[in-house]
């Protein structure tokens, strides 16, 4: 294996058999301390790198880890063959990337999110308002799948009928495995939904509006706005961005403290843990489980010989969970300090949507533990998604509480 | 003396602590000023534009936990 041209340490890894939360965990704890740089023949083969000073150097290092699609029909960012059109910013590098990048920066900035809070405080106040008095909900679909996908749709000026079958069109994106009937459905429901972004953003560029898809349709890059194909696929990203990976945060965080009273406790006694608590949250349940790259030029990396072109898996659950950056990493540490965890990425293409989604995740879990605070998990009834290779999530959370009133 | 974190020890030489950040490093997580906000700065998409410089004692926990924050490691506090 140590040949001049580099070792090339081969394991039989397949991400798309990660059928559960569990499964996938113990499969990245193995591939972690087993071989935590290595490269596998599956899934068109790829390298993966599961160690957290591996993971945040490859996420750095842009110019040797492209995000740029090397065929423009495969996602760059996820090993799956993938129906998508191109997301951008994220499928590029700089120098285009800095055009891109800078409306969603200007959009989902620190203040600007900030003066979105009314508006996520209304929803979920709203949401709960609609089961708090029969003393049940199911919390994925009554809470965590619709207020991301309102607060996102609101702030792009969706058209309200349709919020709904946009964004369970992502939903059920990210709950099949690629190759499922349940997957080639969503794929189609797809078309339907790039067509309707080409109508939104035609009309925006005709009458703007005070909204995000007007800011996106007037953005301008070196003078020039953007051409109407790049301009649709930000507005897609916002999408898929905004609406499944708080969705899948908080579900995880709600069976969290439906399964762990101590914890529930603590938040409850001392709501001013939930900083840390999110950041732990955010730890131990990366709603972006994996991200892929493309090699960009021959290199060594970690004593290996990486090409040009070759397939790179950066996982973001694994690095969370490396022992050498993180004390006990298996354990749900609710004051954790520090927890440089990588689940919004690092380098350049960090989310940009980080301050919303703490945003929404911060008020939904308040509110929750405010007004159903001793609600109880129907173990038996709660679903996981059947595909934990890059988001996970679940199905059902449903519980019993004891009945509140109206806000 | 290094400039990790972690060796900050209030104290022994004088008043003021050192800050300095890499904003080759910054990305806008904005995590230092969640953790420090009579430290850092932000600018308006949330970069940490802080001037390197000298940081009062008595906000030498803010400035150490926000380094600390930080997912890039791009602030350096020194004694």
């Keep these: 294996m140590d040949g001049a041209e580099g070792r090339r340490p081969t394991v039989e890894f397949d991400v798309f058999v990660q059928h559960s939360m569990a499964a996938s965990d113990e499969a990245w704890r193995e591939l972690r301390e087993g071989c935590p740089v290595s490269w596998t023949p599956h899934n068109g083969g790829h390298w993966t790198l599961a160690g957290y000073e591996d993971v945040t150097t490859a996420f750095r290092d842009w110019e040797t880890f492209s995000s740029e699609r090397p065929d423009p029909e495969r996602c760059a960012i996820s090993i799956a063959h993938s129906p998508l059109p191109v997301l951008l910013p994220e499928e590029s590098d700089p120098p285009r990337w800095h055009g891109y990048r800078r409306i969603l920066a200007e959009l989902l900035s620190p203040g600007a999110v900030e003066r979105l809070r009314p508006r996520v405080e209304h929803w979920v106040g709203h949401l709960i308002d609609q089961f708090v008095e029969t003393g049940c909900a199911e919390l994925a679909h009554d809470l965590a799948v619709p207020l991301p996908s309102m607060v996102t749709m609101e702030w792009l000026g969706w058209p309200r009928e349709e919020w709904l079958p946009a964004a369970s069109t992502f939903h059920e994106m990210a709950k099949y495995v690629p190759g499922s009937p349940g997957y080639a459905e969503a794929g189609a429901r797809f078309g339907w939904l790039a067509g309707r972004i080409a109508e939104e953003m035609a009309d925006r560029r005709r009458h703007p509006r005070d909204d995000a898809m007007s800011r996106i349709a007037a953005h301008e890059v070196d003078g020039e706005l953007l051409p109407p194909e790049i301009a649709a696929s930000i507005v897609l990203i916002t999408l898929g961005g905004g609406v499944d990976t708080t969705t899948a945060l908080t579900s995880a965080a709600l069976i969290h403290l439906g399964r762990h009273r101590g914890d529930r406790q603590r938040l409850l006694a001392d709501p001013s843990l939930l900083d840390s608590a999110t950041e732990e949250f955010l730890r131990l349940y990366p709603p972006a489980r994996t991200h892929a790259r493309t090699v960009a030029h021959d290199t060594e990396f970690a004593g290996c010989a990486l090409r040009a072109g070759d397939r790179v898996l950066l996982s973001e659950i694994s690095a969370n969970r490396d022992t050498q950056s993180f004390p006990d990493a298996d354990r749900f540490v609710i004051d954790r300090f520090p927890n440089r965890h990588v689940s919004f990425g690092v380098g350049i293409h960090r989310c940009p949507g980080s301050h919303l989604a703490r945003l929404e995740f911060k008020t939904m879990i308040t509110h929750v533990l405010q007004r159903l605070p001793d609600f109880v998990l129907d173990e038996g009834a709660v679903v996981e998604y059947p595909n934990w290779s890059m988001i996970g999530g679940w199905a059902a959370i449903p519980v019993t509480f004891t009945p509140g009133t109206r806000g | ?79």
Excluded at chain 2, 17 to 38: E, F, Q
Excluded at chain 2, 41 to 57: H, I, R, S
């Design chain 2, 1 to 79: 003396m290094g400039g990790h974190p972690r060796d900050v020890h209030a104290g022994d030489q004088g008043l003021t602590m050192r800050i300095s950040v890499d904003s080759d490093k910054c990305t806008g997580h904005a995590l230092c000023r969640a953790a420090g906000p009579n430290v850092y700065v932000l600018d308006e998409l949330g970069f940490n534009v802080t001037p390197a410089g000298e940081v009062p004692l008595e906000l030498a926990d803010e400035a150490v936990r926000g380094a600390l924050s930080c997912p890039e490691s791009a602030i350096t506090v020194e004694d």
